[in-house]
């Protein structure tokens, strides 16, 4: 068992990384750009936030009930919620929605292979992530099973017209990008828009590892809570790299919402404050592991990295 984090992060990413690759098709199965083009994007050194939150809540609520290698369980779920996220990304970049050029430290998909490959490959993630939900981890036992059915309902819904594509139409809308059906968002509806886009498959990463752990129904709102706020900080302090970071440490364009005149937290509270409340949202989620008796494992250092993180 890793006895720091970034052990732990280390070898849940080794374990990440060496998943994906098996679970992912490649020829014969599919036609090889299409293999390429998938595995150019996943393997481009993201930090893989989503699934060390599966792996780690999935570990707190077996530390908790004493139950042995939930690495296992949630391993295919850690999996999915990095096929959706990568998706999401390619998707993002496209002229049609963000435009951009640069991502995780290397020219966006659609730049090298074209639009419609890239769509492609956003696409065929996002169908190979709820076909590895629905197929692994492979067992006849009723309880996993009905656990992985739980888990698949969750990342749906967090994927979705409810949650990040929702909130990516907020964000299209408020960027002006509707065909004239604009919106404007004050604090409130910046916090409703990110709570969907991004923080919803940030929390259901986190769920569905305290689920496929075997966590009861308190331990996992528990878990569902903490995940909520630090889906908070996360895109404050996004929100924040994207004006104090340059586009060699984020591996992405830095600068853009002061560009494109998004709203940002920066934009509506300043800096300073931007990063107080960041910093509120991970106390707060210390809270409620200590409340929920989870204080022990990875979740709470989580949260500290996501408001140190520099990328
Ligand atoms: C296209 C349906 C659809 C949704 C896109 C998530 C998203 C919705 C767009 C990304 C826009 C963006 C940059 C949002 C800020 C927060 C964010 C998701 C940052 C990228 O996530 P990281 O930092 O990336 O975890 P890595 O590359 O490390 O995985």
Request: net charge negative.
């Amino acid at each position: 068992m890793a006895d720091s984090l970034s052990q732990f992060l280390d070898n849940a990413r080794v374990r990440v990384d060496e998943a994906l690759e098996r679970y992912l098709p490649r020829p014969p199965a599919c036609p090889a750009i299409i293999s390429d083009a998938m595995r150019y994007s996943l393997f481009a050194g993201g930090k893989r936030l989503r699934p060390m939150l599966t792996l780690a809540a999935a570990d707190a609520v077996a530390r908790k009930r004493d139950r042995p290698d939930p690495f296992t369980l949630a391993l295919p779920a850690a999996c999915a919620v990095e096929l959706i996220h990568t998706y999401s990304l390619i998707h993002d970049d496209l002229p049609a929605m963000d435009n951009d050029t640069l991502r995780r430290g290397r020219p966006t998909l659609h730049v090298v292979y074209g639009d419609g490959i890239a769509i492609l490959a956003g696409d065929g993630l996002q169908a190979e992530a709820f076909a590895l939900l629905a197929r692994e981890p492979q067992t006849d036992d009723p309880a996993v099973n009905q656990r992985k059915l739980r888990v698949l309902g969750v990342i749906a819904e967090a994927a979705g017209s409810t949650g990040m594509v929702g909130g990516q139409a907020i964000d299209l809308q408020a960027a002006g990008q509707a065909n004239g059906r604009d919106v404007t968002l004050d604090a409130e509806g910046l916090r409703g828009m990110h709570a969907r886009k991004t923080g919803a498959l940030i929390t259901a990463s986190a769920e569905s590892g305290a689920i496929m752990g075997g966590g009861t129904d308190d331990l996992v709102s528990a878990v569902r809570h903490y995940a909520g706020l630090v889906g908070l900080a996360f895109q404050i302090i996004d929100d924040v790299l994207d004006v104090e970071g340059d586009a060699a440490t984020l591996g992405k364009s830095a600068g853009k919402d002061a560009a494109t005149a998004k709203p940002s937290y920066p934009a509506l509270f300043g800096l300073a404050q931007s990063r107080a409340l960041a910093h509120g949202c991970a106390e707060r989620a210390a809270e409620v592991l200590e409340k929920a008796g989870l204080a022990e494992g990875w979740l709470r250092p989580i949260a500290d990295w996501i408001v140190t993180r520099r990328n």
